[in-house]
């Protein structure tokens, strides 16, 4: 569960740049909704994800993911509760190190890295029989190196790596944006079926209208940090197209 | 020949600070200038303790964490004050030179009928017995190494220089790691400063002005010479490290050898650096 309290933050305060990017904001997001975010360039949907993955803190307002007051703690201790996908495939992933490598990382994420050897063989089988379900075929890659691949191939195996460990919460900043429209199909839909499998409370931040149609329970459009619209999954589902698409000449 | 073995011996004795140039440039992305001030912190610390009587395990202990606690204090600075990683070196560096005149008392200090590290070997011949001893030192210090980056551990490390994004969402404290990595590079660099004061026979308040230059030459020699293998783990590039640092102390023997001016030692070392860099550079520079 993800509950946002009256947050408020601004960038560059007491500058003439200073910009209110989410005046004040409140949305709880119930345990096991895929929610999807809209909004124009701007309206403070990457800020709201950052803040809950604690890139930056709020000025003011709390943060709270399943039951824990998290508003103080760092980003990388929020890793406890949430995976992340970023918007550059190139982000989520550590290039120079192979595939193996990386998925290490990622099965350990919620807990501290000991000075033992961990990628055996029976690890390297785990995250085989793992990417499999992506039939990409890279469970024959695990020693390449993550530079190796496309940025298609990064990202699906950034949405495996994320439920390598305990996860509740998935966030994902546009997470096809640098890809091509069939590496994009393959990633939303891996997505949504790994969301729906581990039962995962996830956000969506997207510029694409069709996958905002088509995944998720609910729908938010942002303007100027603000909620403008909140759709539930029957209000979403008899939404169409053009009505979507007219939020936008508001 | 026998100039030869004597750039072998200093090779080895510099692979050291190979590995910790290696961790600082090639895993954290750090070019750290405290390496000269570490180097000669670890070789003051040696020739302090053994004139003094102490067991050669105890002083090499003794330099590694002066090195560490001195590259934990650049990390520091970086990650906690926000300083940027140069200028961070440098003044941690600048710092050093009065620490380490302070500990030694005066600018040379002299081994005289001190044997150290060799002479816990039963070899009679000193060369030998430095030769032998050192090689045995730095193998293990191979072997300790790759088994640390090899570990969940090291692969956290070896992400946060590669992706801090990535390190931080995987729930690793970068900001710790630097601070780990940066103290354990400079201990390793101050091992090479207690290896070479003993091979030197003195530890100089000046020994390790321009080092680091000395040892991203090595790094980048052994990287020049990894090109040509296909396999990269962790142990292969560990191992291109100590053969750049043999490679880099023949090329500076040879100039020597064949004439050069010691003083040029220092312009010769710097342009080899250079057209190494460079020669990386080589097809994006014609370009433009």
């Known amino acids: ?250 | 020949m026998d100039f030869i073995l004597t750039a072998v011996v200093q090779g080895i004795g510099f692979c050291a600070l190979g590995f910790g140039i290696f961790m600082s440039l090639r895993i954290f992305n750090i070019p750290d200038i405290t390496t000269d001030g570490s180097y000669t912190l670890g070789g003051v610390i040696t020739a302090v303790t053994l004139t003094s009587g102490m067991n050669p395990i105890l002083a090499m202990l003794l330099a590694m964490c002066g090195g560490m606690i001195a590259g934990a204090i650049t990390g520091l600075i970086h990650t906690r004050l926000k300083i940027n990683a140069l200028l961070a070196g440098i003044l941690v560096m600048t710092a050093l030179y009065s620490i380490n005149l302070m500990i030694m008392g005066r600018s040379n200090l002299p081994l005289i009928g001190i044997t150290g590290l060799p002479g816990l070997l039963p070899i009679k011949n000193l060369f030998l017995s430095t030769m032998v001893s050192y090689s045995i030192f730095i193998l293990l210090l191979l072997m300790s190494l790759t088994w640390l980056l090899r570990t969940d551990f090291g692969i956290a490390m070896r992400a946060t220089g590669n992706s801090d994004t990535m390190a931080k969402s995987m729930g690793i404290n970068t900001n710790r790691m630097k601070i780990i990595g940066l103290a354990l590079a400079n201990g390793f660099t101050a091992l090479s400063g207690f290896l070479l004061t003993q091979y030197q026979g003195f530890a100089d308040i000046n020994m390790g002005i321009g080092i680091v230059i000395s040892g991203l030459g090595s790094v980048m020699i052994g990287e020049t010479l990894m090109r040509l293998l296909k396999n990269r783990t962790i142990f292969i590039q560990l191992l291109s490290v100590i053969a750049g640092c043999i490679v880099f102390r023949l090329i500076l023997a040879f100039a020597l050898s064949a004439g050069l001016d010691p003083n040029y030692l220092r312009l010769i070392t710097a342009i080899i650096v250079l057209i190494i860099v460079a020669g990386g550079n080589y097809k994006t520079l014609t370009r433009s």
């Open chain 1, 1 to 250: 569960m993800i509950q946002l309290e009256k947050i408020c933050k601004t960038f560059n305060k007491g500058e003439a740049a200073e910009i209110k990017v989410i005046p004040e904001l409140s949305l709880t997001i119930a345990p096991g909704t895929f929610c999807v975010i809209v909004g124009a360039n701007g309206s403070g949907k990457s800020t709201l994800l950052n803040l809950i993955a604690g890139t930056f803190s709020p000025d003011s307002g709390k943060i709270i993911l399943n039951n824990t007051d998290v508003t103080a703690l760092a980003d990388y201790r929020r890793s406890i509760f949430i995976s992340r996908i970023f918007q550059n495939p190139l982000q989520g992933t550590a290039p120079e190190l192979s595939v193996l490598d990386n998925f290490r990382l990622a099965a350990l994420r919620t807990q501290p890295k000991g000075l033992s050897i961990g990628t055996t063989n029976s690890f390297k089988d785990l995250v085989a029989e793992k990417i499999k379900i992506l039939k990409l075929g890279l469970e024959d890659k695990l020693m390449q190196s993550m530079s190796s691949l496309s940025g298609g191939q990064r990202q699906a195996l950034t949405l495996v790596m994320a439920t390598m460990d305990d996860c509740k919460i998935l966030l994902m900043d546009e997470p096809t944006a640098a890809l091509d429209p069939r590496s994009s199909a393959l990633v939303m839909e891996k997505a949504a079926e790994i969301i729906k499998l581990n039962q995962l409370t996830a956000i969506l931040v997207t510029h694409q209208m069709k996958d905002a149609l088509r995944y998720g329970d609910r729908l938010i459009q942002l303007q100027e940090g603000n909620i403008l619209r909140d759709l539930s999954r029957e209000n979403k589902e008899i939404l169409k197209n053009e009505e979507l698409y007219s939020w936008f000449n508001d």
